[in-house]
Every structure is written in structure tokens, then in C-alpha cells.
Nanobody, 115 residues
Framework: QVQLVESGGGLVQPGGSLRLSCAAS????????MGWYRQVPGKQRELVAV???????NFADSVKGRFAISRDNAKNMVHLQMNSLKPEDTAVYYC?????????WGQGTQVTVSS
């Protein structure tokens, strides 16, 4: 079994920055893809940014140029650096991992962008 544990959410003013981290533990071998999704009440969960084992990264158009994703394969961790945050970035952010043929999700961390 694999567990994903997120950290780093919170309240930030518009234009500010936050860094989210996610650590995978358990049988977390050969993680093909790790990344982040987000969800607001009443809407579907949406991709924010993911990176695969080849280093290829994919970003939502709404965060390109503002967010960066990085991965530490030795520690089975993924980080999301969020800059120039906007109120519309407010959501619960979920860590995601695709390992072998299974999908895993973290418990979610709240990010609130408000003055």
C-alpha cells in the first residue's frame, strides 16, 4: 500500500507564494507519475501540474509561468512552488501518484488566496 502525505498549504495574500510538498511512503517503487490536482466545491478535480519519470512536465494553462513542479526521486517526493497566487487558485490541492497500474491520492491540503 502507498500513502501520500501533503504539507505546505495555508492562507496567503494575492501575489504571494506557497510551496506544497508531498511524500510517498509504503510500496512506492517505480513511481511513474507524480503531481498535483485541485478541487473547489461543486467542481471537478482538475490537473494542476504533473511530472513523469522521464522528467516531462505538464501544467494547466491557468498556472503556466507561475507554478513550478519538481521531483526528488531518491526521496519519493514532489514539490509544487506556487508564485503570483490569485484568488482563483483557492482550492484543496491533492497530491497524486501513478505507480504500476494504480492511482493514489493524498488527503488534500487547503490553499486559500485572499486579502
Amino acid at each position: 500500500q502507498v500513502q501520500l502525505v501533503e504539507s505546505g498549504g495555508g492562507l496567503v495574500q494575492p501575489g504571494g507564494s506557497l510551496r506544497l510538498s508531498c511524500a510517498a511512503s509504503g510500496s512506492a517503487f517505480s513511481i511513474k507519475t507524480m503531481g498535483w490536482y485541485r478541487q473547489v466545491p461543486g467542481k471537478q478535480r482538475e490537473l494542476v501540474a504533473v511530472t513523469n519519470s522521464d522528467g516531462i512536465k505538464n501544467f494547466a494553462d491557468s498556472v503556466k509561468g507561475r507554478f513550478a513542479i519538481s521531483r526528488d526521486n531518491a526521496k519519493n517526493m514532489v514539490h509544487l512552488q506556487m508564485n503570483s497566487l490569485k484568488p482563483e487558485d483557492t482550492a484543496v490541492y491533492y497530491c497524486y501518484a501513478y505507480i504500476y497500474t494504480n492511482h493514489y491520492w493524498g488527503q488534500g491540503t487547503q490553499v486559500t488566496v485572499s486579502s
